[in-house]
Each structure stands twice: as C-alpha cells, then as structure tokens.
C-alpha cells in the first residue's frame, strides 16, 4: 500500500512538473509569437556614423520593415563603449532593449580597472552581424611594399618608425602590439581619437604607419594617397580584391577584426532570441545587405547564439594575453 502510495505521490509531482514546463513554453511560445508589439530600444554605445552605428542602423531598418513595429536606434557613446553596455545590461530582459556592440565589449574587462558588466552572465548572445578585418597601410614614402619588407624596416631603424592607431584598446591597436610583441619590434605606438585621425596622420607622414580596420581605410588605399600593405584576413575582401592578405604574404598569426553583434540582457526569453537570431540570418543572406556592407567593407555574418558565445570567449582570451603583455591599462 506504501509503494502504491509513493508510487501515485512520484506520478503526480512529474505531472505537475510536466504542466509547470509546459504552461510555462506555451506562455514563452505566446510572448515571442506577438513580438514586438510596440517599439523597440537598439542601444549603440558609440558615436553615430561609425561602424558600430552603421550596422545597428541597418538591422533596425530591416527589422522595422518585417516586423511592423520601429526598431530606434540610440547613440551612447562613453567610457570607450562602457556606457552604453552597462546600461543594457540593466534593463528589463523582454525583448525591448537590445545592445549592438563591437569587439571592445569583449576587450574592456582585460583593459578597464572597474566595469559595470559581466560579457558572458550579463548578456544573452543573439547573432554576429558583420566583421571588418583590420588593414596596414603606410605612408607612399616608406619603401616597404608588404609586411615582411616592413619588419625588415622597423628592425633596421629601431625607434624611427611609429604607427598610428585609431583608440587605445580598439582591435587595430592590439593588431598593432601583437605585430611588436610576435616580432620584436622597436615602434613606437600613437594613439588618436578616431580612425580618420589616425588615416590622417599617417597621409601627413607624421605617423608613417597605420592600424584601422578597413572602412575608413578603403578610399585612400585606392586612390594610392596610402599604401594598402595587407589586409589581416584569412581572405581577401570584395572592396579591394587585389589587397593580399598577411597569410599570403607569409606573416600568420595577426588575423584581427573588429566585430559587431547583437546581444541582449540575459534572462531574456529564448524564444525572443531566436526570432531575432533567425531575422539576422535571413537579413544577412539578402544580395542587396550583401552587396552594401562588401562596399563598405564589412563582411556579413550570421551566427546561432552559441556560436557567437564561443567567439566572445576566444576573443576575450586571446587579447587578454596581449594587453597584459603590452601593459595597457584605462582607469
């Protein structure tokens, strides 16, 4: 009778349990068939008109179109992007504020003293949206022609030489002391608030040297005003096609981008994020978004969550090293 007893105890505790899930997925099920029903917050925590700003603009545009609800797009720059980030994280995790971010979400824990996130607990990966491989380039005075000419340079005039980096801790900067510390190289780093600045001063061969990602690189390079050394890709890229890549040109290992993606606070519901992980692979598939971010020097992609999950992780762990070896630090 015992038995029996424990018996019809376990059996209806699994129903329970079986009628709790499943109320509980059918509800979820429910949220994400009606979202969104009103509009959404994109946070960018850079400065509109950059990379970050013109990938975010994009996807809200196409996203507004499909789902008839107005995705905005708000600017919040600070902190080197922390400002922003932080305040994602905060908010309410139902769909209704999401977070564009770029490489240096996942940078800043190694950089920063204090930071108000956590890359991995604080945030519900949606998709990678674009990368844009990092590029040298130099000044038509310097002789060099590739990268293997170019640390011959450096090594033979320690000290002369000096390149130009777009933001302490952006992933052209890293590119630039991962290229110093693999090779031993004698050159000295400046910094510039912006990547037109940093192009800038290298055009004026006050810096003969420079570390950007491609975009606002891509007009002097073919226009001859700088010289395109490599592109720091596994691939070539569609915007210049006759740029070789630092593999082809026998220097490995200095692969960079800087990425951009879409997060949201964690907690939010699975089925929200996978409406929007599907919105990204479709959007990313599209000829025409194709089309746009390979002239702008983008290359598209579309992640699932974990895969995106497993590059914030490798990210995070390879230029970590690299910080603490270069000593870079921000209060």
């Given at each position: 009778?015992?038995?029996?007893?424990?018996?019809?105890?376990?059996?209806?505790?699994?129903?329970?349990?079986?009628?709790?899930?499943?109320?509980?997925?059918?509800?979820?099920?429910?949220?994400?068939?009606?979202?969104?029903?009103?509009?959404?917050?994109?946070?960018?925590?850079?400065?509109?008109?950059?990379?970050?700003?013109?990938?975010?603009?994009?996807?809200?545009?196409?996203?507004?179109?499909?789902?008839?609800?107005?995705?905005?797009?708000?600017?919040?720059?600070?902190?080197?992007?922390?400002?922003?980030?932080?305040?994602?994280?905060?908010?309410?995790?139902?769909?209704?504020?999401i977070v564009v971010v770029s490489t240096g979400?996942?940078?800043?824990?190694?950089?920063?003293?204090?930071?108000?996130?956590?890359?991995?607990?604080?945030?519900?990966?949606?998709?990678?949206?674009?990368?844009?491989?990092?590029?040298?380039?130099?000044?038509?005075?310097?002789?060099?022609?590739?990268?293997?000419?170019?640390?011959?340079?450096?090594?033979?005039?320690?000290?002369?030489?000096?390149?130009?980096?777009?933001?302490?801790?952006?992933?052209?900067?890293?590119?630039?002391?991962?290229?110093?510390?693999?090779?031993?190289?004698?050159?000295?780093?400046?910094?510039?608030?912006?990547?037109?600045?940093?192009?800038?001063?290298?055009?004026?061969?006050?810096?003969?040297?420079?570390?950007?990602?491609?975009?606002?690189?891509?007009?002097?390079?073919?226009?001859?005003?700088?010289?395109?050394i490599a592109i720091l890709a596994k691939e070539?890229?569609?915007?210049?096609?006759?740029?070789?890549?630092?593999?082809?040109?026998?220097?490995?290992?200095?692969?960079?981008?800087?990425?951009?993606?879409?997060?949201?606070?964690?907690?939010?519901?699975?089925?929200?994020?996978?409406?929007?992980?599907?919105?990204?692979?479709?959007?990313?598939?599209?000829?025409?978004?194709?089309?746009?971010?390979?002239?702008?020097?983008?290359?598209?992609?579309?992640?699932?969550?974990?895969?995106?999950?497993?590059?914030?992780?490798?990210?995070?762990?390879?230029?970590?090293?690299?910080?603490?070896?270069?000593?870079?630090?921000?209060?």
């Open positions: 009778m015992r038995t029996l007893a424990v018996r019809l105890f376990g059996f209806c505790a699994s129903l329970a349990a079986s009628l709790v899930i499943g109320g509980l997925l059918a509800a979820t099920s429910e949220a994400a068939d009606g979202y969104p029903d009103h509009k959404v917050h994109m946070i960018v925590p850079f400065a509109a008109g950059g990379p970050t700003d013109v990938i975010g603009r994009l996807v809200a545009e196409r996203l507004s179109d499909a789902w008839g609800q107005q995705l905005y797009v708000e600017d919040m720059p600070g902190a080197g992007g922390n400002l922003g980030v932080e305040t994602a994280a905060r908010a309410a995790p139902d769909g209704y504020t979400f996942i940078i800043n824990p190694s950089m920063y003293s204090k930071i108000g996130y956590d890359p991995i607990k604080d945030f519900a990966p949606i998709s990678l949206v674009a990368a844009s491989p990092n590029v040298v380039t130099v000044n038509p005075t310097v002789p060099a022609k590739n990268l293997k000419e170019l640390i011959d340079l450096i090594k033979a005039n320690p000290g002369k030489y000096s390149y130009a980096q777009p933001a302490t801790g952006s992933t052209p900067h890293l590119a630039g002391e991962l290229f110093k510390q693999t090779y031993n190289l004698d050159v000295v780093t400046v910094p510039f608030n912006g990547a037109p600045l940093a192009i800038n001063s290298t055009l004026g061969n006050h810096t003969p040297i420079a570390f950007t990602a491609l975009p606002p690189a891509i007009g002097t390079i073919k226009d001859g005003t700088l010289r395109g070539r890229v569609a915007a210049l096609p006759d740029l070789p890549t630092n593999i082809e040109e026998g220097v490995p290992g200095l692969e960079s981008d800087t990425l951009t993606g879409i997060l949201a606070p964690a907690g939010t519901p699975k089925a929200i994020i996978d409406k929007w992980n599907a919105a990204i692979v479709t959007m990313a598939a599209d000829p025409d978004v194709k089309k746009k971010l390979d002239t702008l020097g983008f290359i598209p992609i579309a992640s699932s969550p974990d895969q995106f999950e497993d590059r914030i992780k490798s990210e995070a762990a390879r230029w970590d090293k690299v910080i603490k070896a270069a000593g870079i630090h921000v209060d």
